[in-house]
């Protein structure tokens, strides 16, 4: 009879606790420690650009498919070439147009965080650095440093999504801002949709339109 008290107390716990917390106030699911992103699935993902392989395949692999150049837009993916320790590329979804040479990116698996690799970093720093002004060449915010890294990283230039817009004008007192790729299509194919886990409750929490999205579908 005690174990059924102490069952029963513990449940009215729950219940008034989940009655006098607001629905937003209650914490989302976060993804297992041990989860790992790639900056590849990610920026396909968030941009919504189909394209699969390694990050420095990426450019080539836009030709014919997806418009290409080198001026910044919103939804935007900037392509890494590889260089250094940097050896399959990169990829970073452009998130903010600050001005002419600074974009913010939300991108994964650059800078290390909490000593673990894998991680996401959103609206984070990068700028210019090219002779020309063309993107050739940026230095990318690094978390360790809390400040841009030292490193001017090379650029093929921008893969945008089909029906993009063109870049916006550039406002100081407000700088647009991405709106994110809803990851239903995405997702639909996966069990993971119906039963999320860490990879689907993380983007859940990444791309706010997510849950408006499924609500509306369902």
């Not at 991405?178 to 983007?203: D, R």
């Amino acid at each position: 009879m005690s174990l059924i008290k102490t069952v029963r107390t513990a449940l009215g716990a729950c219940a008034l606790l989940c009655a006098l917390t607001p629905l937003g106030a209650l914490p989302l699911p976060e993804p297992e420690a041990r989860y790992h992103w790639e900056c590849v699935p990610f920026a396909r993902a968030v941009s919504g650009i189909r394209i699969y392989g390694d990050a420095w395949t990426w450019w080539d692999q836009a030709e014919g498919h997806y418009k290409r150049g080198n001026k910044p837009r919103i939804g935007a993916v900037m392509a890494f070439i590889p260089y250094g320790r940097m050896e399959l590329g990169h990829v970073a979804t452009v998130s903010a147009i600050i001005d002419d040479r600074t974009i913010l990116v939300t991108h994964a698996n650059w800078s290390p965080i909490d000593g673990r690799r894998g991680q996401v970093e959103r609206d984070v720093k990068v700028i210019d650095v090219s002779e020309a002004g063309d993107w050739t060449a940026v230095r990318v915010w690094y978390a360790p440093n809390e400040d841009l890294g030292s490193t001017a990283w090379p650029v093929h230039g921008f893969i945008y999504p089909a029906g993009s817009a063109p870049p916006p004008a550039i406002r100081h007192d407000a700088a647009p801002k991405l709106e994110y790729a809803a990851v239903l299509a995405w997702t639909a194919h996966l069990g993971e949709a119906k039963h999320p886990t860490g990879q689907i409750a993380y983007l859940g929490k990444m791309l706010p339109k997510l849950a408006k999205a499924r609500s509306a579908r369902d």
